[in-house]
Each structure stands twice: as C-alpha cells, then as structure tokens.
C-alpha cells in the first residue's frame, strides 16, 4: 500500500538532479523575493433568474464544465458554471436528478453536496 504525506520543504534542501544520455543536469536553488499575500475577495452576489421569458431545453455541457472521479465503488462529480451569470441553472441538477441519469450504475444514495465557494 502507498499512502501520500504531504509537506513543505524548502526549495533550499531540495537537490534537483536529472540524468539524461549520460550527461548530468543539476539545478542550483536560486534566491527568490517573498511574494506578497493576496487578500482573498469576496464573492458576488449570484444573479437571480428571470423566469418571465420562455425557457428552452439545454445541454449541460453548455453551461458548464465538469469533473468526474472514481476509487473503487465510490465515484464523485463536479460540476461548475461557466460564468456567474448562470449559476442559478445548476441548481436543477439535483441528486434526485443525478440518481435518475446513473440508475444503471448506482448503488446507494446519492449525497447532496454544494460547495459555491468554488463557483467563479
């Protein structure tokens, strides 16, 4: 079994070799100014629709990009908007809705998680 321990270790005690057709390549670590700290900025409020004019079907890959992940028997799904301005149009995916489009592979429930930080 390999499990990942990630860390920070200073450029400075790490040792960049390559090897490459017998010939050596070693990278010397250089001096680097502190780049400053971003301030983190808040997120805008999201667009109310308009539900006033008609509606049309569309596929979701037109409003927005995806992500997909597996381990084993678990499998997870992503999904952000393209821009802010439709956000609001991914609420219809639902897990009921997600339930219904992978019943011939789904076994259990499917959780209902919303993460809208990431949504810029």
Same mark, same amino acid.
């Given at each position: 079994? *390999?499990? $990942?321990?990630?860390?920070?270790?200073?450029?400075?005690?790490?040792?960049?070799?390559?090897?490459?057709? @017998?010939?050596?390549?070693?990278?010397?670590?250089r001096a680097v100014d502190s780049l400053p700290v971003a301030r983190p900025t808040p997120h805008p409020e999201p667009i109310e629709p308009d539900h006033s004019g008609q509606t049309a079907a *569309?596929? $979701?890959v037109r409003l927005a990009f995806g992500r997909s992940g597996d381990k084993g028997n678990n499998a997870n799904? @992503?999904?952000?908007?393209?821009?802010?301005?439709?956000?609001?149009?991914l609420e219809g995916?639902?897990?009921?809705?997600?339930?219904?489009?992978f019943s011939i592979y789904?076994?259990?429930?499917?959780?209902?998680i919303c993460c809208r930080e990431f949504m810029q």
């Open positions: 079994m *390999v499990r $990942l321990f990630s860390c920070r270790v200073p450029r400075s005690e790490v040792k960049v070799q390559i090897e490459c057709q @017998g010939k050596t390549f070693v990278d010397e670590p *569309v596929p $979701l799904m @992503g999904s952000s908007p393209a821009g802010l301005s439709i956000a609001f149009y995916l639902s897990p009921k809705v997600v339930a219904r489009c789904l076994e259990g429930e499917v959780d209902d």
